[in-house]
């Protein structure tokens, strides 16, 4: 897709937060098998749902604007993912896991913050009030999730010092 007009890039944007929210569904059941803390699989599991629901509303922002759904493969929450997935896989410490967990969580959270912030901004600055409304819904939800994230963090890091002392 060729890249000359800020609509352009948008729909660019759109299309790998698109490909990102889907990269996330599949990683989240893993998070939430290796996490030991309640509190943590719960927060997980609420917000795979919530990231389902934030599919639905992107495929809606396309409709809006008659673009198809093509993703654009999001090699930056790839990574984050892929980092997140080689922490996991450490079992010495549960709570130093739980722990690496959060971290790979909150960095998912700040990545698709920054997304739907650049977004919704340049879907108010081109008059797509209907699409800015739904991007800052997900927008608000993702802020809602990195502060459960920070919460429960608060409660898991004190103990995997310890543990580790």
């Avoid at 997980?44 to 198809?68: D, G, I, M, S, Y």
């Amino acid at each position: 897709m060729k890249l000359e007009t800020l609509h352009d890039l948008y729909v660019n944007e759109l299309r790998d937060l698109h490909h990102a929210e889907n990269q996330i569904i599949k990683a989240l059941p893993k998070m939430i098998e290796s996490s030991n803390s309640t509190d943590l699989r719960n927060a997980l599991a609420n917000h795979l749902e919530q990231t389902r629901t934030h599919v639905e509303r992107l495929e809606q922002v396309f409709r809006l604007h008659n673009e198809e759904i093509e993703d654009e493969k999001c090699k930056g929450m790839q990574g984050i993912i892929d980092e997140g997935k080689d922490l996991v896989k450490h079992d010495e410490n549960l709570g130093v896991r739980d722990a690496a967990i959060i971290a790979s969580a909150q960095k998912v959270e700040h990545y698709e913050m920054a997304s739907y912030g650049t977004v919704r901004t340049w879907a108010e600055m081109m008059g797509h009030d209907e699409a800015a409304r739904l991007l800052q819904q997900t927008l608000e939800e993702e802020e809602e999730a990195d502060k459960k994230l920070t919460q429960i963090a608060m409660a898991i890091n004190p103990v995997a010092v310890r543990r580790a002392g």
